[in-house]
């Protein structure tokens, strides 16, 4: 098995996307708990927790490179209620 290592916008990346991801997760369990979807909204936070997890980790590995790149995270945002916010979390 062969080791890859990604380049830094590769790692940049990761870390954006990781990044958005655990404060997108974030925003829809206080959407879901302000219209009283409790579970759902505790799934969200454990959803996020996750996402910080995998930022935190990409972050480490960016300790490796000294360079200074500029990125941008594509990632959904997401509708505004639960049930559609559902939609891209379910796709991400």
Not at 27 to 50: P, Q, T
Request: charged share 25%; net charge positive.
């Amino acid at each position: 098995m062969v080791n890859v290592r990604p380049t830094s916008k590769e790692a940049l990346s990761a870390f954006a996307e990781e990044s958005t991801a655990h404060m997108r997760y974030l925003v829809f369990a206080e959407i879901a708990g302000k219209e009283r979807f409790l579970n759902v909204a505790r799934l969200f936070k454990a959803i996020a927790y996750s996402e910080q997890v995998h930022a935190r980790n990409h972050f480490d590995k960016l300790r490796k490179y000294n360079e200074d790149v500029k990125i941008t995270a594509d990632a959904p945002i997401g509708h505004g209620n639960t049930s559609k916010n559902l939609e891209p979390a379910i796709r991400g």
